[in-house]
Nanobody, 124 residues
Framework: QVQLQESGPGLIQPSQTLSLTCTVS??????????WSWIRQSPGKAMEWMGA???????WYGPSLKSRTAISRDTSKNQFTLQLRSVTPEDTATYYC????????????????WGPGTLVTVSS
């Protein structure tokens, strides 16, 4: 069974770049079909799909954060990463990595696998 685990800073200062890593076990980011996705949920707000990378390395971004987001992968470690530039307190959220069957996912589907999420707080 595919398992995902997010890692990164719990607290980051405004204007910095947030970097998160998702470590995958029980699956391969270079062979498994589907999308290796980043999704976040800010307090009191709906889930927001940030982007995804697939087994071939193709990348997609959600429209609202596209200008500040970069997704990449380290195939030797079976990890994929998220960078979010110029963060503000509005970027405070729980960030999830997931293996999803579709793009633009904002809720959990039976065929998807999600990490537990990591809370990131943007504050000085």
């Amino acid at each position: 069974q595919v398992q995902l685990q997010e890692s990164g800073p719990g607290l980051i200062q405004p204007s910095q770049t947030l970097s998160l890593t998702c470590t995958v076990s029980g699956g391969s980011i270079t062979t498994d079909l589907g999308y290796w996705s980043w999704i976040r949920q800010s307090p009191g707000k709906a889930m927001e799909w940030m982007g995804a990378i697939d087994y071939s390395g193709s990348i997609w971004y959600g429209p609202s954060l596209k200008s500040r987001t970069a997704i990449s992968r380290d195939t030797s470690k079976n990890q994929f990463t998220l960078q979010l530039r110029s963060v503000t307190p509005e970027d405070t959220a729980t960030y999830y990595c997931a293996k999803t069957e579709a793009l633009s996912v904002t809720n959990r589907s039976p065929g998807d696998y999600w990490g537990p999420g990591t809370l990131v707080t943007v504050s000085s």
